[in-house]
C-alpha cells in the first residue's frame, strides 16, 4: 500500500530515526527506561502518525482535573519561583510608572518644556524603545534573560537619582527616552520588556500561559492605577514642597522601588540559555512544530531548517497583523483626551478620572480574558474580544454626551487592553525557547513603530475639522486585524490551551 505524505511541519521519520536511537542509549546509560516504561509519565511529543499506522491505542486514564487559576491564592502558590518572581516585579515598576504617568507631562509644563517639545520626547521615547528592544530579544536568546533587566534596574535608579540632583539637566531627557518617563509601559521593563516576557515564558507550562500572562498584564494595570492614585496627591504636599518640587517624591519613589527590584531580579535563578543545553528535542506534528515544547531542540541540519523557516513565516505573519493594529491604534488612543474636550468640551478633571477607572477594570478583565482562553482557545479568545471592541469604537462618535460616550471608551478600552497578557502568551508561543527573546523583539516592535504613523495622520485629519474620521478609520484598521488574527493563526492554537468540554 502507497503510504501518505506526512502532513506539513511534521518531520519525516528517517530525520527523526537518529533521535530516537539516541534518546533509547541516553536512557539505557542513565538506567531510565525507555519511552513507554513504568516510569515514563510524559514521553516526548512525536509528530502525528502517517495514516497507513495502526491507531493508538485509547488512554484508559481519566483527564486530569484542571489546574487552579494562577489568580487564586492556590494557584499563585504552585507557580514557579521564578515566574512570581518576575510578576512581583513588576507589580512595583508598574506603580512607578502609574505615578509618573499622571504626572511627567505636568511636570515638564512646570519646567516650562513647550507642548512640541513634550510630543517630540515622548515620540522619541516610543522609537527608541522599540529599536532598542529589537537588539534586547535576540541577544538575550545567547547570552541570558537577567542580565538585561540588571542593566535597566541600575540604570533606571541611576538616572533618577541624577534627576533629583538637578530636575532641569540634560539627564532628565535622556531618562524620559530611554525609560519612558510618562508613557506608562503597564509595568514591563522599556526597551528590555523582550528579554523579562522570554524568562517568563520559560517558567510557565504552555497550556497555562494564557492565563498566566493575563495575571502577569492584570497586575500591570492595578499598579498603574494605585500609581495614578499616588500621582494625584501632589497638591497635597506642594504647599511644603513648591513649584517643580512637588514632583521629586514621585522620583524618590521611582529610585526607591527600582532598587527594591534589582534586589528581587538578582536573587532569581536563571538557567543557561537554552540553545546551549543541548537537551533532546520535542517535537510535534501541528505548526508551529515547537510551540508545543520548551526545552531546547538540537535537531539534524536539514530538520532544523526547517523548523526555523516555519518560526519565521509565523513571526513575519504575527508582525504584518500587529502593525495593522498598531496603525489603528495610533491613529485615535494619543488623540482621545482632545477629541474628548473638542467634541463634548469637557477638561482634564473628567478625562482623568475615566482614565482611572479604566486602569482598575482592565486588570479586572485580563483575569477573565485568561479564563477565556482556557474554555476557547487563545486566539478565539483574541478575536473575540478584538471584534467587540470595534463595535463600541464605531459607535462612540454617535453618542449625544460624555457619559455614554466615556462609559463605551472604558468598556473598549478594557476589552482591547485585557487581552495584552493573552497577544503576549500567543507571541511567546509559536517559536521555541531558543528563539523566544526575537520573538518578543519583534512582537513589540511591530506595535511601537508602525504605532507611530497613526498620531501624525489622525491630528492632521482632526485639524481639518474631521473629529470622528479618525476613529472610523481605527475602526476599519482594528477589524483587519481581528479578521487577519483569525485567519492566520486559527492553525497555530498552542497545545493544550483549550480544555475539553469535560474539563470545564
Do not use: K
Not at 521611582?254 to 531580579?265: D, G, K, M, P, W
Not at 488623540?335 to 475615566?354: D, E, N, Q, T
Not at 477607572?357 to 479564563?371: D, H, K, N, R, W
Not at 527573546?437 to 501624525?456: F, K
Request: hydrophobic share 50%; aromatic share 8%.
Amino acid at each position: 500500500m502507497q503510504r501518505e505524505m506526512p502532513a506539513r511541519g511534521c518531520l519525516q521519520s528517517s530525520e527523526l530515526e537518529p533521535w530516537r536511537n539516541g534518546q533509547e542509549e541516553d536512557r539505557s546509560v542513565r538506567g531510565v527506561p525507555p519511552p513507554g516504561g513504568p516510569h515514563d509519565t510524559q514521553p516526548p511529543i512525536l509528530p502525528e502518525p502517517l495514516a497507513s499506522d495502526p491507531p493508538a491505542p485509547p488512554n484508559p486514564r481519566p483527564a486530569a482535573p484542571a489546574p487552579t487559576p494562577p489568580h487564586l491564592p492556590a494557584g499563585w502558590r504552585r507557580l514557579d519561583a521564578v515566574a512570581r518572581g518576575l510578576m512581583a516585579a513588576r507589580a512595583l515598576r508598574s506603580v512607578a510608572q502609574g505615578a509618573l504617568a499622571a504626572d511627567f507631562v505636568l511636570f515638564l509644563r512646570a519646567l516650562h518644556w513647550q507642548p512640541g517639545t513634550i510630543g517630540l520626547l515622548l515620540t522619541a521615547s516610543s522609537l527608541a524603545g522599540g529599536v532598542l528592544g529589537l537588539a534586547v530579544g535576540p541577544i538575550s536568546d545567547r547570552v541570558g534573560r537577567r542580565p538585561f533587566l540588571l542593566i535597566y534596574q541600575a540604570s533606571l535608579s541611576a538616572c533618577t537619582l541624577a534627576v533629583l540632583a538637578d530636575p532641569r539637566g540634560w539627564l532628565l531627557a535622556v531618562a524620559a527616552v530611554v525609560f519612558g518617563y510618562g508613557l506608562g509601559a503597564n509595568g514591563a521593563a522599556g526597551p528590555f520588556a523582550p528579554a523579562e516576557q522570554a524568562w517568563l515564558a520559560r517558567h510557565v507550562p504552555a497550556s497555562e500561559r494564557g492565563a498566566v500572562f493575563s495575571l502577569n498584564a492584570a497586575i500591570g494595570f492595578w499598579g498603574m492605577g494605585v500609581g495614578s492614585l499616588i500621582g494625584g496627591l501632589v497638591p497635597r504636599w506642594a504647599g511644603a514642597l513648591p513649584g517643580t518640587r512637588a514632583y521629586m517624591p514621585l522620583f524618590a519613589l521611582t529610585l526607591a522601588l527600582s532598587v527594591v527590584n534589582y534586589r528581587q531580579i538578582a536573587a532569581l535563578r536563571e538557567d543557561p540559555p537554552a540553545g546551549a543545553q543541548g537537551r533532546p528535542p520535542h517535537l510535534t506534528g501541528a505548526p508551529p512544530p515547537a510551540a508545543a515544547g520548551d526545552a531546547s531542540v538540537s535537531l539534524p541540519p536539514a530538520a532544523e531548517a526547517r523548523v526555523r523557516r516555519q518560526e519565521n513565516r509565523t513571526l513575519a505573519l504575527l508582525v504584518a497583523s500587529n502593525a495593522v493594529n498598531a496603525v489603528g491604534i495610533g491613529l485615535f488612543a494619543p488623540l482621545l483626551p482632545y477629541w474628548f474636550s473638542a467634541r463634548y468640551g469637557v477638561g482634564p478633571g473628567a478625562i482623568g478620572s475615566i482614565y482611572g477607572l479604566t486602569f482598575i477594570l482592565t486588570g479586572m478583565a485580563s483575569i477573565v480574558t485568561g479564563q477565556l482562553v482556557a474554555r476557547i482557545g487563545l486566539v478565539r479568545a483574541i478575536v473575540w474580544v478584538r471584534l467587540a471592541g470595534v463595535l463600541m469604537l464605531l459607535a462612540m462618535p454617535l453618542m449625544p454626551t460624555f457619559g455614554w460616550a466615556a462609559v463605551l471608551y472604558a468598556a473598549r478600552s478594557v476589552l482591547n487592553r485585557g487581552s495584552v497578557g493573552a497577544r503576549q502568551a500567543f507571541g511567546v508561543g509559536i517559536v521555541r525557547d531558543q528563539r523566544r527573546g526575537l520573538a518578543s523583539s519583534l512582537n513589540n516592535v511591530s506595535w511601537s513603530l508602525p504605532g507611530a504613523i497613526g498620531p501624525g495622520v489622525g491630528g492632521y485629519l482632526m485639524a481639518l475639522g474631521s473629529l470622528s474620521l479618525p476613529l472610523y478609520l481605527a475602526a476599519a484598521f482594528q477589524l483587519a486585524y481581528a479578521v487577519l488574527f483569525g485567519a492566520l493563526f486559527r492553525r497555530y492554537e498552542p497545545a493544550g490551551t483549550r480544555r475539553s468540554p469535560a474539563a470545564t
